[in-house]
């Protein structure tokens, strides 16, 4: 009760941002539903059956000319890698939860400078949706500068930012400091183009702590008998994305890399992967396909894709999927996983179904 009462509150203090205007013209109302059927099969065990909820609404308010502020809610727990509610539990209420809560400003003396601080949706560039360290429904939190050049030809993107990991009353706190640059280069009259960037990602206070979020599971990576991290995290990150539209069918192929140069082995990650065509009007469709390998220290566990072998690293394999367009706002979603957890010894299969109808509003 106390969170519906805080989620109505947000969205009537964001409303009193704009009472001076016209409140319809500042401030816009979106969200999204998803209803998912999920069966996963993990080693020898019987496959786990369950369907799950994934509903989001969010306010975006124009606060003036430079700067506008948004709030997200979301179903699901504090998990950073979900927004999902699983269904079967006697009926019981679903959690709310705040998914975002930022404020951007593009300041007029700057062109192409954009500053956002809060809990806000992932900056850094992610090739063809490449989750190879980053899980899509990952909302960071701390602040960034988000510069923008472009011309006729390219654009250039510039990311800094300061991540505030986990706060520890005694002890040091553990924070990210990063930056990424990315190029985007088009051709055949915008037909085509190609992007190439990469990122450097460092932890500050990693080695010696428990995992983030879990301090009881590590996600895959190294831990010591304490269940401490034994490695630093300073990712070094590759990546490009080739684009071109096939007789008004757009066709995108990618690659990604990433190495812990903090780790002296196990520090690695990559993932190669095509998409084909776009899901927009309705009978329109899309299919992807990527495979990856993500050795134990390469990359944080808990920060990863949540559904590639269950989340977490150690892990290999493949991800197929496609997409339908049924109606205006409503797509109907597959995805199959099949990966190989244990990279070193002990192998097991991991096999994981999703079946989706997502509508938006």
Same mark, same amino acid.
């Given at each position: 009760m106390n969170r519906i009462?805080?989620?109505?509150?947000?969205?009537?203090?964001?409303?009193q941002i704009s009472k001076a205007d016209d409140w319809s013209d500042n401030v816009k109302v979106k969200g999204d539903l998803r209803y998912r059927y999920e069966m996963i099969k993990a080693g020898s065990s019987d496959a786990r059956n369950r369907n799950r909820l994934r509903a989001r609404v969010a306010v975006d308010a124009k606060v003036n000319d430079i700067t506008k502020a948004y709030v997200q809610f979301a179903t699901g727990s504090?998990?950073?890698?979900?927004?999902n509610q699983t269904l079967g539990d006697g009926f019981s209420t679903k959690s709310i939860m705040l998914d975002m809560a930022y404020f951007n400003i593009k300041p007029e003396q700057v062109a192409g400078l954009s500053i956002t601080a809060g809990k806000f949706k992932n900056p850094f560039y992610k090739p063809g949706s490449?989750? &190879?360290?980053?899980?899509? @429904?990952?909302? %960071?939190?701390?602040?960034t500068a988000h510069y923008t050049k472009e011309t006729n030809n390219y654009e250039i993107e510039l990311i800094a930012a300061g991540l505030w990991i986990t706060e520890r009353s005694t002890a040091k706190d553990s924070w990210m400091a990063s930056g990424e640059g990315v190029f985007r280069y088009s051709l055949n009259d915008s037909k085509s183009n190609f992007v190439v960037g990469g990122g450097y990602y460092s932890y500050i206070n990693g080695k010696g702590f428990a995992p983030f979020f879990d301090?009881?599971?590590?996600?895959?990576?190294s831990v010591d008998g304490s269940g401490n991290y034994v490695n630093d995290f300073k990712l070094m990150e590759a990546f490009v994305e &080739?684009?071109?539209?096939? @007789?008004?069918? %757009?066709?995108?192929?990618?690659?990604?890399?990433?190495?812990?140069?903090?780790a002296d082995s196990l520090n690695t990650g990559w993932l190669f992967g095509v998409k084909a065509g776009k899901t927009k009007d309705t009978g329109s469709w899309?299919?992807?396909?990527?495979?990856?390998?993500?050795?134990?220290?390469?990359?944080?566990?808990?920060?990863?894709?949540?559904?590639?072998?269950?989340?977490?690293t150690d892990a290999k394999g493949h991800e197929l999927g496609g997409s339908y367009q049924v109606m205006k706002n409503g797509t109907f979603n597959v995805s199959y996983f099949i990966n190989k957890i244990g990279l070193n010894n002990n192998e097991t299969d991991f096999d994981r179904l999703q079946v989706d109808l997502q509508l938006k509003f």
């Open positions: 009462v805080v989620m109505v509150l947000g969205v009537l203090l964001i409303s504090n998990d950073p890698v979900s927004t490449s989750e &190879l360290l980053w899980d899509s @429904d990952l909302n %960071p939190e701390g602040g301090s009881t599971d590590p996600m895959g990576n &080739l684009n071109h539209e096939f @007789d008004k069918m %757009p066709v995108t192929v990618f690659g990604d890399f990433v190495n812990n140069t903090a899309a299919v992807r396909y990527n495979y990856r390998k993500l050795e134990k220290d390469a990359v944080i566990g808990i920060f990863t894709d949540s559904d590639f072998r269950g989340g977490g």
